[in-house]
Structures are given as structure tokens and as C-alpha cells.
């Protein structure tokens, strides 16, 4: 199994951090993808309490439910396309990563020779290797992270997904955490085949076994948000990440400014 390279040395500006989650506010209008119901956020009732100090409780105390998946800003590992599980928790660096923020549009399909499966089709677009390699700066550090802006709005009934290339691309060039603002990296619709996931997480088609990932150590952050004052270039991300179980908890990665020497 392929082991995270050791962590570099960062000088990084904690003080401008921004925060990349979408908000969950738990009004209507929020993050649902897959057919889930929206998150919800309700006080506890147990007996004569209920925790809401607006109806004459002594303190507030919610009751939330969620989908990580579909309800917002969320890291997810090889455990999720396998029947072992290791938590998320043991797998995020602790620290700031290595990164870089790229904006990379997405191409219709039909104007380009990248492809998926199942393959592309209708009015789908792609996130191409072609566009990452027009976007891509030399960087004063290795990046281990990709910070991937595309456009897309988390609301966005047909969002584009990324081409096999591109995930190949990621791989070679070592990306061990990829952070972007499509709801999947993936087809929504796509017959179970997640293509882009088992190239990120070196699992063959169709398996189901955790030791067989070449990539175990790496995550995939989805439904991030870019505000537009982020300039493209080298950075840092930091993963933060309750310390839940589970195939995806929901996340706050910050992107870190690089301090000049």
C-alpha cells in the first residue's frame, strides 16, 4: 500500500484563513443531492424537557439529522466504496497540506476527447486534464492537496464530473487530498460504476475491499465552496473533521495563505 509522503514544512497565515464549507442553516434552501431529505435541526424531548429556551426551557439542546453525503461541505475516503471501514479521523493530516488552487471550467463533451464511464452523454460536461494542465503554476512546494474550483453552484441540477484523465493526472502527480464544489466527483446518475472515486482511491472496478486500495490514505472533499477573492496558486488546506465514524463526516477545510519568506 502506497504511505503518505512526510509532511513539509509549512509558514502559513492562520490569521487570514477562509473557511470553504457551505453553511447549513437548516431552512429550505440547502445542499440535496441523491434524492436525500434536507437536513433538519430540532429541539431533544425527553420526558417534561424540551430543549428549546424560546418555549421556556432552561438551555438550548438540538436533536440534528443529516446526510454528510448530501446535506453539505463533506471528506470521504476509500471507506466509502468498500465493506471495511477505517474513520475519517485516522486519515486527515492533523496540520496544514501542501497545496493548490486551481479554477478548471468544464468543457461540454462533445468538445473533447476525455471521457468517463459510463460514457458521457446529452448535455453533460467534463472537468478535463486538458483544462487542469492550462491551469496549473509551478508551485515553491510539492502540493499534496488540490483546492478545485469549477463554478459550480451546489444547486446545480446537472453539475459537470471529472474525466478519467484528470483523475489520472491527480494521481501521478501525487494529490493525496482533493478538495472541489461538485457534489461528486463522479456522474450523479452513473450506474454505480465511480469511476473518478476508484482511480483517486486505487481501487480496482468493482471491488469492495478495503486492502485492496492503493490509496487508502488519500480523501476526497466534496460541495466546498470558493469565495471569488481566492486567487488561483500555491497554498495550504486544512481538513477539519469532527471525529465521527463513518464512510464521510461532514467537514470545514480553510484555505491557508502561504507566508512570504
Known sequence: ???????????????????????????????????????????????????????????????????????????ESASHLTVQQRPL?????????PAMLLTVLPDRHTDTSEDSLPAPQGSDRLVTRSGLLDAWRSAEHEPRALLLRTGTRWDDGAPPFL????????????????VTDLPSVDRLE????????????????????LA??????????????????????????????PAFSGDAVPSRPLHLPLLKS
Not at 479521523?89 to 497540506?97: D, K, L, R, T
Not at 480523501?219 to 473533521?241: K, M, W
Open 89 to 97: 479521523y485516522e486519515i486527515v493530516p492533523a496540520g496544514p497540506i
Open 1 to 75: 500500500m502506497q504511505r503518505p509522503r512526510n509532511p513539509v514544512p509549512l509558514a502559513v497565515d492562520f490569521d487570514a484563513a477562509t473557511s470553504l464549507a457551505l453553511p447549513l442553516d437548516f431552512n429550505p434552501h440547502q445542499p440535496q443531492h441523491f434524492g436525500a431529505p434536507p437536513a433538519t435541526s430540532q429541539p431533544f424531548r425527553t420526558g417534561n424537557f424540551e430543549g428549546a429556551v424560546a418555549r421556556g426551557a432552561s438551555c438550548n439542546c438540538q436533536r440534528i439529522t443529516l446526510i454528510p453525503h448530501c446535506n453539505g461541505t463533506h471528506t
Open 212 to 241: 485492496e486500495s492503493r490509496r487508502a490514505h488519500c480523501t476526497i472533499t466534496e460541495l466546498a465552496q470558493f469565495p471569488e477573492g481566492l486567487l488561483d496558486g500555491p497554498c495550504a488546506v486544512q481538513l477539519q473533521i
Open 190 to 209: 452513473d450506474d454505480g460504476h465511480l469511476t473518478a472515486h476508484r482511480i483517486f482511491f486505487g481501487l480496482p472496478e468493482r471491488s469492495t475491499d
Open 163 to 178: 474525466s478519467r484523465q484528470l483523475m489520472d493526472e491527480l494521481v501521478t502527480r501525487g494529490i493525496e487530498h482533493l
